[in-house]
């Protein structure tokens, strides 16, 4: 059964194979052809499922693997660092005495021993910080990992991002990048389908998910894994009576998650969000925004939370999918009165 508390948490039953980079990856840490770079970063916008191939990859892996919460770092980093060490001394089997005034040095010591065997350090989360606290992350915790360069003289790094390093430092080194997009359809069905099988439910018979997930997304075409485990979580647990009500509260939902470190959109923007959906074309410029003077703020979190999307041709998009899906909903809203 789906524990819903923790539906955004890794589970392997539920985890959808990212075949060409998991290969990737496993080519990088043989060291195979090009991908000899000790650094690795996975990028891509919120709910893409970063964090969760990052689990898989430890899950699966046949070397020591220490794992970096970088929000764990935030809230308290003198506590952060003496766990970090405590779990390095176990993993690799060295005896420091954690000495938060001698942090740099004894990351360095714990690199080394990284190295000498074999281990792999994987940085989630880095994406949950501000600017600043990422910069600071990268400068005492990343490059004391690192030192000097990302070569073969430093043990394999992976870290997932939100675009990409704030630091110069690590930024114009030579290291092995890659980026996750939103699911193609067919892999979105197949997480949904994973989803309905670990909570025990199937569709009627002969119902398509599609109809099952109606009123929730009737033209969503399950490109979000995060968005995804949010409609099937509202189906399921039947949150609202009302049709309306469920979607704008899926919808709340999922962008709040996604934003929830400092409550970056509000459920009034979410309406507003739906609300510009329905009035605008596929592809818009700021000038078209309904009431754009008031709300190009709400762009600008958009933009970030990638819930808008700037095309190559320099236009705006809402999030593919998510748009068809608030457009639907806003359509069937059209006449009631709309929650605010």
Same mark, same amino acid.
């Given at each position: 059964? =789906?524990?819903?508390?923790?539906?955004?948490?890794?589970?392997?039953?539920?985890?959808?194979?990212?075949?060409?980079?998991?290969? &990737?990856?496993?080519?990088?840490?043989?060291?195979?052809?090009?991908?000899?770079?000790?650094?690795?970063?996975?990028?891509?916008?919120? %709910?893409? %499922?970063?964090?969760?191939?990052?689990?898989?990859?430890?899950? @699966?892996?046949?070397?020591? /693997?220490?794992?970096?919460?970088?929000?764990?770092?935030?809230?308290?980093?003198?506590?952060?660092?003496?766990?970090?060490?405590?779990?390095?001394?176990?993993?690799? #089997? $060295?005896?420091?005495?954690?000495?938060?005034?001698?942090?740099? %040095? !004894? *990351?360095?010591? =714990?690199?080394?021993?990284?190295?000498? @065997?074999?281990?792999?350090?994987?940085?989630?989360? $880095?994406?949950?910080?501000?600017?600043?606290?990422?910069?600071?992350?990268?400068?005492? /915790?990343? !490059?004391?990992?690192?030192?000097?360069?990302?070569? /073969?003289?430093?043990? #394999?790094?992976?870290?997932?991002?939100?675009?990409?390093?704030?630091?110069?430092?690590?930024?114009?080194? &030579?290291?092995?990048?890659?980026?996750?997009?939103?699911?193609?359809?067919?892999? %979105?069905?197949?997480q949904i389908q994973r989803l309905f099988a670990k909570a025990q439910i199937s569709p009627p018979e002969g119902a398509s998910y599609q109809e099952v997930l109606f009123p929730y997304a009737q033209h969503y075409e399950w490109q979000s894994p995060r968005l995804n485990a949010c409609l099937v979580k509202c189906y399921i647990q039947k949150e609202s009576a009302n049709e309306c009500q469920k979607v704008l509260s899926c919808f709340h939902k999922?962008?709040?998650? =996604?934003?929830?470190?400092?409550?970056?959109?509000?459920?009034?923007?979410?309406?507003?969000?739906?609300?510009?959906?329905?009035? *605008?074309?596929?592809?818009?410029?700021?000038?078209? *925004?309904?009431?754009? &003077?008031?709300?190009?703020?709400?762009?600008?979190?958009?933009?970030?939370?990638?819930?808008?999307?700037?095309?190559?041709?320099?236009?705006?998009?809402?999030?593919?999918?998510?748009?068809?899906? !608030?457009?639907?909903?806003? &359509?069937?809203?059209?006449?009631?009165?709309?929650?605010?």
């Amino acid at each position: 059964m =789906i524990d819903f508390a923790k539906i955004y948490q890794y589970d392997e039953d539920l985890y959808v194979p990212r075949a060409v980079i998991q290969e &990737d990856i496993e080519r990088w840490l043989r060291g195979d052809g090009a991908s000899d770079k000790a650094l690795y970063t996975v990028s891509g916008p919120p %709910g893409t %499922g970063k964090t969760w191939l990052l689990h898989h990859v430890r899950e @699966h892996s046949e070397r020591p /693997v220490l794992w970096i919460d970088a929000a764990v770092w935030k809230e308290d980093k003198r506590k952060w660092f003496e766990d970090f060490v405590g779990k390095a001394n176990e993993l690799l #089997h $060295l005896n420091l005495t954690a000495s938060y005034e001698e942090r740099a %040095g !004894m *990351l360095t010591k =714990i690199s080394s021993a990284c190295q000498n @065997h074999d281990a792999l350090i994987i940085v989630d989360s $880095l994406e949950a910080l501000e600017e600043v606290r990422a910069r600071e992350f990268e400068e005492t /915790v990343l !490059m004391n990992l690192i030192g000097q360069e990302a070569s /073969v003289s430093c043990p #394999h790094i992976l870290v997932a991002i939100r675009e990409q390093l704030y630091t110069d430092a690590l930024r114009f080194l &030579d290291y092995t990048k890659t980026s996750l997009r939103n699911w193609a359809k067919e892999k %979105g069905l197949e997480q949904i389908q994973r989803l309905f099988a670990k909570a025990q439910i199937s569709p009627p018979e002969g119902a398509s998910y599609q109809e099952v997930l109606f009123p929730y997304a009737q033209h969503y075409e399950w490109q979000s894994p995060r968005l995804n485990a949010c409609l099937v979580k509202c189906y399921i647990q039947k949150e609202s009576a009302n049709e309306c009500q469920k979607v704008l509260s899926c919808f709340h939902k999922f962008i709040g998650d =996604i934003g929830a470190e400092d409550d970056t959109i509000s459920k009034e923007e979410v309406a507003t969000l739906i609300h510009w959906a329905g009035k *605008l074309q596929a592809a818009f410029d700021r000038n078209a *925004l309904p009431e754009a &003077d008031d709300h190009g703020s709400l762009l600008d979190t958009c933009l970030a939370l990638h819930l808008i999307i700037l095309n190559d041709n320099f236009e705006y998009e809402i999030l593919p999918g998510l748009r068809e899906a !608030m457009k639907d909903y806003y &359509d069937k809203c059209e006449n009631k009165e709309r929650p605010s």
